[in-house]
């Protein structure tokens, strides 16, 4: 049995209403693939604080979150099963740098397909997406 892996995504949004997008490394599993920013979900540790925790490591800055789960999903990949969950935020400090991954880069929502995004992250980018396009009409 594959192991289940849970973990939290940050969908980071700035005052022009663009999404910050993660570009694993080619050292990093899934390589070369855009992501939203987080990580694993540390045992007895609520889903906020693991991405408020993931956050502060990764990119160097703080976050408040929505406090909702904006997507859940789970995919298999070869090796293990991902339990991904995206939660919208906002930084209250602090400027994103990328010490993990390759590069970030922010993106108006309807530009998102542009990127070839890691399977388990396109369900939460589909969302985003749906909802750029929703309240354009």
């Known amino acids: 049995m594959k192991k289940l ?10 005052d022009q209403e663009e999404v910050l997008c993660a570009l694993r490394s ?51 990949y070869d ?9 919208k935020c906002k930084i209250t400090e602090g400027t994103p740098v990328a010490s993990e991954h390759s590069t970030l880069i922010w993106l108006k929502k309807e530009n998102l397909e542009s990127l070839k995004w890691a399977p388990a992250d396109i369900p939460a980018v589909n969302d985003l997406m749906k909802e750029e396009k929703s309240s354009q009409t």
């Open 5 to 14: 892996v849970k973990v939290v995504a940050a969908i980071i949004e700035n």
């Open 26 to 76: 080619p050292e990093m599993s899934i390589p070369n693939r855009w992501e939203f920013p987080g990580g694993k979900v540390e045992e007895n540790e609520d889903i906020f604080s693991a991405l408020e925790r993931e956050i502060q490591e990764e990119l160097g800055c703080v976050i408040e979150t929505s406090k909702t789960v904006f997507n859940e999903n789970v995919h298999e």
């Open 79 to 87: 090796t293990f099963t991902i339990n991904l969950i995206s939660i």
